[in-house]
């Protein structure tokens, strides 16, 4: 097992018995989708208020709900294609949510110039979500690009608990902009293909 | 791609990311980037909330 597979395993322990609550109690998934931004928010405000820590707790709570919306659905057999959809658009509010409460925070600092790295690391994360969106309305899958949601997450996590926010930003910027090219490229490829073997 | 040199195929690969979750590939990849966040000294990039010379740093006063 690899050194990731390992620490997904661990995490899930206590996962199962979360879900296994939420199932009890018949908690719908859309709402607990919709619990996880309210609660991202409340992680985006400790972040525009520099306070770390708080931020990285409140971000666990948070991701928890985001992580465990779509396997309660399963168990309750209430997936729907509207759950899906409602989990990609609050998904981007909570994204843009913390990178907001960031660049809130540089900007008071009067640090302009991590006030352009966080935009930008928001401009490419959504992009990178965008772009394979978009992309599998023509063509099968877009799956490629190391930089999705949950390693975003995870850095942001890891940025906030060791102080060290400007790397993971960095990061994620470099990165993500890889990944939104990937995905072009990649789209780019399969409908010349698609469009050569439509000519042959 | 398949018939370049080695070193161009790894930088190509990590480039164009086509590896799953819990590869082994994905690991090295994590490690990377930690070794990124962990190492990198908060003054080299101005960060504005961390501060000093961080591990790197550290290593390179006591090497002079």
Known sequence: MTFTGLIGTICMFPLRGIIAVCVALRIHPNILTFVGVLINAWAAYKLARGHFIGAGFIMIVANIFDFIDGKVARELGEVSKFGGFWDSVLDRFSDIALFIGLIYLYAHMGRTDYVMVASFAMMFALMTSYTRARAESLIDKCKVGFMERPERIVLLMIGAFTNRMAGVLWVILVLSIFTVADRVLLTYRVLRDQAGAATT | ?64
């Open chain 2, 1 to 64: 791609m398949k018939r370049a040199p080695l070193p161009v195929r790894m930088l190509w690969n990590a480039f164009f990311w086509t590896f799953e979750r819990a590869t082994w590939q994905y690991d090295l990849m994590v490690i990377a980037i930690l070794a990124f966040v962990w190492l990198m000294p908060p003054d080299w990039i101005k960060d504005p909330m961390a501060h000093g010379t961080g591990p790197i740093g550290w290593l390179l006063h006591h090497w002079r």
